[in-house]
């Protein structure tokens, strides 16, 4: 089946160690998100992907970086991780046009310790 | 004014109950409606994709846009305990600057007890 894969789906990282999460997708979409999404909270969009452009929101800190190889490759990395960036991390995929829906990974749980 | 309005519930029913879900928006841009539903501790799952008004119906789901009110509803029949998440909706304004975002609900959490 098409879909979109996080790994790890738990990451436990200290404070200030630099962490790496990853995306792949099978469903051959032009643009790839990431998302941050806190308890209770709807998903923040940190910034996306349309093919190899990067597109990054106002308030996402420096401290997020992402990387996307390829078609079907994203990264997040996370710099220097404070306790304030434990979430869930969601990675979705979404087809150039026609259709405007999103398709979303499992999520990797990140705590910051 | 927040550009969507959803209430965060919880919202509890027995089950077999008729589930009513809603959003309010204040952008009139958007034309683009989605339902997702996200179980605990998992991504969110696409349930309904609707295009401007109307409605849209898919198994025991109907989803309805009603775009002069600024409104739109999810609507569950004969609700089943393993409908119990949260229920997030979002939107979007289609082609032109920031198509590609979604713009959600916090979501409501709904818990359909046996």
């Known amino acids: 089946d098409a879909m979109v894969i996080q790994n790890p789906r738990y990451q436990v990282t200290q404070f200030g160690k630099p962490v790496t999460l990853s995306c792949s997708q099978t469903?051959?979409?032009?643009?790839m998100y990431w998302y941050q999404q806190k308890s209770s909270q709807a998903p923040k969009l940190l910034f996306h992907?349309?093919?190899?452009?990067?597109?990054n929101e106002a308030d996402t800190p420096d401290n997020f970086q992402s990387r996307r190889p390829n078609t079907s490759f994203c990264f997040l990395d996370i710099r220097s991780p404070g306790l304030g960036d434990a979430a869930m991390y969601l990675c979705?995929?979404?087809?150039?046009?026609?259709?405007?829906?999103?398709?979303f990974g499992p999520g990797t749980r990140l705590t910051v310790t | 004014q927040k550009e969507v309005e959803q209430d965060p519930g919880p919202l509890s029913v027995p089950e077999g109950a008729i589930v009513s879900l809603n959003c309010t928006y204040s952008?009139?841009?958007?034309?683009?409606f989605m339902w997702y539903r996200q179980y605990s501790r998992k991504g969110p799952e696409l349930l309904m994709y609707?295009?401007?008004?109307g409605n849209k119906e898919d198994g025991r789901f109907t989803a309805q846009v009603d775009k002069s009110s600024k409104y739109i509803s999810l609507f569950i029949r004969d609700s089943q305990p393993s409908d119990s998440a949260t229920y997030l909706c979002a939107m979007s304004a289609g082609p032109g600057a920031g198509s590609y975002q979604l713009t959600f609900g916090k979501g409501t959490k709904l818990s359909v007890i046996p």
């Open positions: 992907y349309y093919d190899k452009d990067f597109n």
């Open positions: 609707t295009y401007s008004s």
């Open positions: 979705a995929t979404s087809r150039v046009a026609g259709r405007y829906e999103q398709y």
């Open positions: 952008n009139s841009a958007f034309q683009y």
């Open positions: 469903l051959n979409h032009n643009v």
